[in-house]
């Protein structure tokens, strides 16, 4: 199951192979190798984790290096694109490091540093707030390396959309960005892990994978003996409003 059907049932679609995602990919990853080079960003996790936030130099509609973006061959409507990050994981991933307490490093090794994009931390007290709403998540890998995949919540996105739609009914729409919604979060989050399949998706060039804004999903710690980058571009479109975000299917 793909497209619109799988990401309203499951949360998730896989799509391709396919030619067009593959022209894409191999364009595109020349480009992020020397963007990654360049960069003066630090390593996360021990030197295991590159985040790339911002870092693809693509175009708006999407393409690099002179190769269109695949719209032709995803089940969604082209919009204007963000500079695409980079996710780069490293054999070894995650290793502790001192900008992460132990308790996020265990968190990390055992349920794949789990979380809701588009929540942010805000504060000195680090309260969640829906700050980024996004429409979908893209992910397109660019090298072959099948270690440390995508792991994903099935079903997940129906807990939090109800979980969240509770904490901010009380509050008029305007406001919601600046709404504290850190219990219902967690206890939403903890509902997932009890009640949704954990699948995790590995995936090559040429292939995508497109998540339900509101699917919980993470990083698998490394296995195997595999060497080299794993690099997986990933999109994700704003919204204009935070009441877009939660009415959206």
């Keep these: 199951m793909t497209g619109a059907a799988a990401l309203t049932r499951r949360g998730w679609g896989r799509i391709g192979p396919d030619p067009a995602i593959a022209a894409w990919a191999e364009a595109a990853l020349p480009v992020a190798q020397q963007q990654i080079s360049a960069s003066q960003e630090p390593w996360r996790c021990g030197g295991t984790w590159f985040v790339g936030v911002d870092a693809l130099p693509n175009g708006p509609d999407g393409a690099v290096a002179g190769v269109a973006f695949p719209w032709s061959a995803l089940p969604l409507q082209p919009v204007a694109l963000h500079p695409g990050q980079l996710s780069v994981i490293r054999r070894g991933y995650p290793q502790p490091s001192p900008d992460e307490t132990a308790s996020a ?145």
Excluded: N
């Excluded at 206890?187 to 954990?198: H, L, N, Y």
């Excluded at 999109?235 to 959206?248: C, K």
């Design 105 to 249: 490093f265990a968190f990390r090794q055992s349920r794949d540093a789990a979380h809701l994009d588009g929540l942010l931390p805000v504060g000195p007290d680090r309260r969640r707030m829906i700050r980024e709403p996004h429409g979908w998540i893209l992910g397109l890998p660019l090298t072959g390396i099948l270690a440390s995949p995508l792991v994903v919540w099935e079903g997940s996105h129906k807990i939090m959309a109800a979980a969240l739609a509770a904490a901010l009914r009380p509050h008029a729409p305007e406001t919601w960005a600046d709404i504290d919604v850190t219990q219902a979060y967690q206890a939403a989050r903890a509902q997932v892990f009890d009640s949704c399949p954990r699948i995790e998706l590995p995936a090559r060039p040429g292939e995508a994978t497109l998540l339900h804004r509101m699917t919980v999903h993470g990083v698998a710690p490394w296995q195997g003996s595999a060497q080299g980058d794993r690099i997986i571009a990933y999109f994700r479109p704003l919204l204009a409003t935070v009441a877009e975000w939660m009415a959206a299917p």
